[in-house]
T-cell receptor
Framework: DAKTTQPPSMDCAEGRAANLPCNHSTISGNEYVYWYRQIHSQGPQYIIHGLKNNETNEMASLIITEDRKSSTLILPHATLRDTAVYYCIVRDNNDMRFGAGTRLTVKP | DSGVTQTPKHLITATGQRVTLRCSPR?????VYWYQQSLDQGLQFLIQYYNGEERAKGNILERFSAQQFPDLHSELNLSSLELGDSALYFC???????????FGQGTRLTVV
């Protein structure tokens, strides 16, 4: 059973912020939220993860709601190279299962 | 470059045959994951190993098996191959059982 729900597709204008939502209403206390992306048929790329606090790194920001039932990945200035499928994953220390993800298309 | 090496990059074989896919994790990583991605499909989790022991099993067929060796590299064995086994097979590794995982570039298997 999928632990997360993401919109199947989104568009974003180049240079604008891309905000990708994820619902994980059944998340348990020891589960983290992870984000990965896959560009075409390349190996997925780790982006960011968090438990309950908001996180930021050189690639993106992760905003997790206080009840932890949803989160948003923010790419602050999307470029054409950010076009990819973005996966939100909820996991503990064991298996890492991917859902269908969101296909983000960044347009000029 | 993620530091995870998968060989071979491409493999073409006939139905009924057996193949072995190899994964060398990043230096120091103890956990290895295997995934199957068929054309335009999602990533299907197959199996996870941690320091040589199986930790989690997903939708892995009985015709498929895997192991992680003492030097931490892993192999995925696929036998009695069928046309439907044609896919990209990805390996990922992480330092610990959880944590961020880094993926190889995959092995593209074509069964003819």
């Amino acid at each position: 059973d999928a632990k997360t729900t993401q919109p199947p597709s989104m568009d974003c204008a180049e240079g604008r912020a891309a905000n990708l939502p994820c619902n994980h209403s059944t998340i348990s206390g020891n589960e983290y939220v992870y984000w990965y992306r896959q560009i075409h048929s390349q190996g997925p790329q780790y982006i960011i993860h968090g438990l309950k606090n908001n996180e930021t790194n050189e690639m993106a920001s992760l905003i997790i709601t206080e009840d932890r039932k949803s989160s948003t990945l923010i790419l602050p200035h999307a470029t054409l190279r950010d076009t990819a499928v973005y996966y939100c994953i909820v996991r503990d220390n064991n298996d890492m299962r991917f859902g269908a993800g969101t296909r983000l298309t960044v347009k000029p | 470059d993620s530091g995870v090496t998968q060989t071979p990059k491409h493999l073409i074989t006939a139905t009924g045959q057996r193949v072995t896919l190899r994964c060398s994790p990043r230096s120091g990583d103890l956990s290895v994951y295997w995934y199957q991605q068929s054309l335009d499909q999602g990533l299907q989790f197959l199996i996870q190993y941690y320091n040589g022991e199986e930790r989690a099993k997903g939708n892995i067929l009985e015709r498929f098996s895997a192991q992680q060796f003492p030097d931490l590299h892993s192999e995925l064995n696929l036998s009695s191959l069928e046309l439907g086994d044609s896919a990209l097979y990805f390996c990922a590794s992480s330092l610990i059982q959880g944590g961020e995982a880094f993926f190889g570039q995959g092995t593209r298997l074509t069964v003819v």
